[in-house]
């Protein structure tokens, strides 16, 4: 049986590259609302992620208006106050627990890249928390995205759901629109338990802010290195 081919035009191509290329974690963004459909839109499209026997492992809770400011308030008030900061810890390991090259550095690199474009200097600790803290606030966006997973899902789902955050980062930037994928909730996951009155066996994965880049704010300039193919890819055959 002979399969034709079909060769995409290089418009298609282009356009998808340049929405995962052009897709970055955004840092500011305008208070610019979105409109309820463009959110479904996105959520519909990323929902065509893989998952491993179609589990569709994701659930998702959209955050606008009061709901979004209630909840970055909660975890502000935790986070500010030093004492009731430490009775908040991750329930998952996000990152390693030993940190090796080279990873480290950058991970050191991306920190202090940031920093210095925000005149944020080592010493200067206040203002990293400061800064630390607007990730609460989902940097000022409109939207305010929260993932969930039951718990007796494993590893895989956790790959699937991966696939399908980068769906939805892509979807938002071929919108226009951008995203900033935050890990930084996973520590105030007893908050966001409670604002989201989640089942004990709901565990939350991580936040995302979606909206419009703020193109004055000079923390949204920022653009990570990327290794070379030849740093991370080995050719067989």
């Not at 990730?135 to 789902?157: H, K």
């Not at 699937?160 to 994928?181: E, H, K, S, W």
């Amino acid at each position: 049986m002979h399969h034709t081919t079909h060769t995409p035009p290089d418009a298609a191509v282009a356009a998808v590259d340049a929405a995962i290329t052009g897709r970055h974690s955004v840092r500011a963004f305008l208070s610019t609302p979105l409109e309820r459909a463009v959110v479904e839109d996105i959520l519909r499209v990323a929902s065509r992620a893989p998952s491993g026997t179609n589990t569709q492992p994701w659930r998702v809770h959209v955050l606008m208006g009061e709901a979004r400011e209630a909840l970055s308030q909660k975890i502000l008030a935790a986070f500010n106050d030093p004492a009731e900061r430490a009775q908040h810890q991750e329930e998952y390991a996000y990152y390693p627990t030993e940190w090796r090259s080279p990873y480290v550095d950058r991970r050191r690199k991306v920190g202090w890249d940031l920093y210095s474009l925000l005149g944020i200097g080592k010493a200067d600790k206040e203002r990293m928390h400061a800064q630390h803290g607007r990730n609460y606030t989902f940097f000022g966006a409109p939207v305010g995205l929260m993932f969930t997973i039951d718990r007796v899902m494993q590893q895989g789902s956790w790959l699937d759901y991966g696939m399908f955050l980068q769906n939805i980062m892509v979807a938002a930037r071929a919108r226009g629109l951008d995203t900033c994928p935050q890990a930084a909730f996973t520590q105030f996951h007893r908050v966001i338990a409670e604002h989201l009155q989640l089942p004990s066996q709901e565990m939350v994965v991580c936040g995302m802010a979606l909206g419009h880049a703020d193109p004055s704010a000079i923390e949204n300039s920022l653009v990570t290195d990327r290794e070379s193919i030849e740093g991370f890819a080995k050719f067989w055959g």
